[in-house]
C-alpha cells in the first residue's frame, strides 16, 4: 500500500516538472501570450457586437493587455524556437526578424493610440478594434503558419 503511495507521488512530481519545464518553453510562452491577445479581443469584439454592455475598465484592461504583449511578443522567438510544442510561427519570423518586430510595433501602437483616445461607447470600441485587428491580420498573413 505504501509502495503505491510512494510511486504515485513520485508519479506526480515527474508529471509537475515536466509541465514547469514545458512551460517555460519559448514555444509556450508565445502561445500564452496569444492566448492573452484573443482574450483581450474577445472583449472588445463582444462590445463591439452588443454582447456585453460598454465597459470603459474592461476596455483600458484589454487594450493595456494588447499594449504589454506587443512590446514583448518578438522577444520570445530566439533561435532553436522555430518547431516543437505546436508551433505556428513561420520559418519566415527568424528570416525576417526586423520586419516581424517593426510589426509588433505597429500593433504597440495602435493599441496605446486607442488607449490614449479611450474609447467611450460601444461604436468607438468597434473603430478601435477595427484599427488594432488590422495589425493583426498583418502579421498572421506573413508570420502565422496555416493548420
Known amino acids: 500500500m505504501k509502495l503505491k503511495v510512494v510511486l504515485s507521488a513520485v508519479t506526480a512530481i515527474c508529471l509537475g516538472v515536466s509541465a514547469a519545464i514545458a512551460a517555460g518553453e519559448p514555444q509556450v510562452v508565445r502561445q500564452d501570450e496569444m492566448k492573452k491577445v484573443g482574450g483581450a479581443m474577445g472583449v472588445l469584439g463582444?462590445?463591439?457586437?452588443?454582447?456585453?454592455?460598454?465597459?470603459?475598465?474592461?476596455?483600458?484592461?484589454?487594450?493595456t493587455t494588447l499594449v504589454?504583449?506587443?512590446?514583448?511578443?518578438p522577444d520570445?522567438?530566439?533561435?532553436?524556437s522555430e518547431t516543437g510544442m505546436d508551433s505556428e510561427a513561420a520559418p519566415a519570423i527568424w528570416q525576417?526578424?526586423?520586419?516581424?518586430?517593426?510589426?509588433s510595433a505597429k500593433l504597440t501602437a495602435a493599441?496605446?493610440?486607442?488607449?490614449?483616445?479611450?474609447?467611450a461607447d460601444q461604436a468607438a470600441v468597434g473603430a478601435a478594434m477595427k484599427a488594432i485587428s488590422g495589425t493583426c491580420g498583418d502579421c498572421h498573413q506573413t508570420y502565422r503558419l496555416k493548420k
Open 111 to 119: 493599441a496605446e493610440a486607442q488607449l490614449a483616445s479611450l474609447p
Open 68 to 73: 504589454e504583449v506587443s512590446k514583448t511578443f
Open 76 to 80: 520570445h522567438f530566439p533561435a532553436g
Open 96 to 103: 525576417n526578424m526586423d520586419d516581424f518586430k517593426a510589426k
Open 46 to 63: 463582444a462590445i463591439t457586437k452588443g454582447e456585453k454592455p460598454y465597459d470603459a475598465a474592461a476596455v483600458t484592461a484589454a487594450l
